[in-house]
């Protein structure tokens, strides 16, 4: 018996950062993947409270790959195990022919070389391999084309820049208008 599948599209991975300005920096100016949102937040989480930042970088069908820090070496410590230096655990990203070019160029530009950077010819899609600041592997494929949807919030976009710089700045106030206890 079918079943529909009730999960539109992937709505965000999340990883914890080592360093969220190289991150920042590899995504956005290396990679191309703009900065949509950065929410600075505190919560109580697994029995304490816990200060961090969360970045996200905007795909073209609105998912996104979003970044935490924590603001104590011991919450980033605890919560930032190092990634698994394997090939198999990795992200696959889906571009076409002339985005996977421009990727190439982009990355042997930021002097990204082997064994950081490779191309795989799987049949079903060509992919190219990038392994970010983190030691998390990027696997952008090119297969068949498909129509994304390209929405973001504007307020968002707009501030994400600044709320980073402040976030990394030190003031690590809660800027989600979406939780209760938001204060500007």
């Not at 300005?21 to 929410?39: C, N, Q, S």
Request: one cysteine or more.
């Amino acid at each position: 018996m079918a079943s529909k599948i009730v999960a539109n599209r992937l709505h965000h991975t999340a990883y914890v950062s080592k360093d969220l300005e190289k991150t920042r920096a590899f995504y956005e100016d290396v990679i191309g993947l703009p900065l949509m949102a950065t929410y600075c937040e505190k919560d109580i989480l697994f029995g304490k409270e816990r200060t961090y930042c969360h970045c996200f970088f905007e795909l073209a069908d609105g998912g996104a790959l979003a970044f935490f820090q924590f603001a104590t070496p011991e919450d980033q410590a605890l919560f930032g195990p190092t990634m698994p230096e394997s090939p198999f655990h990795h992200i696959a990203l889906h571009v076409d022919k002339d985005g996977q070019a421009e990727l190439e160029q982009r990355i042997a530009a930021a002097g990204i070389q082997p064994p950081n950077t490779y191309v795989l010819e799987h049949g079903y899609c060509r992919s190219v391999y990038v392994t970010d600041p983190n030691g998390m592997v990027l696997e952008f494929t090119c297969d068949d084309e498909r129509a994304l949807d390209n929405r973001v919030d504007s307020d968002r976009r707009a501030s994400a820049h600044a709320e980073l710089a402040r976030w990394l700045s030190g003031d690590h106030h809660n800027n989600n208008p979406f939780r209760a206890e938001h204060h500007a």
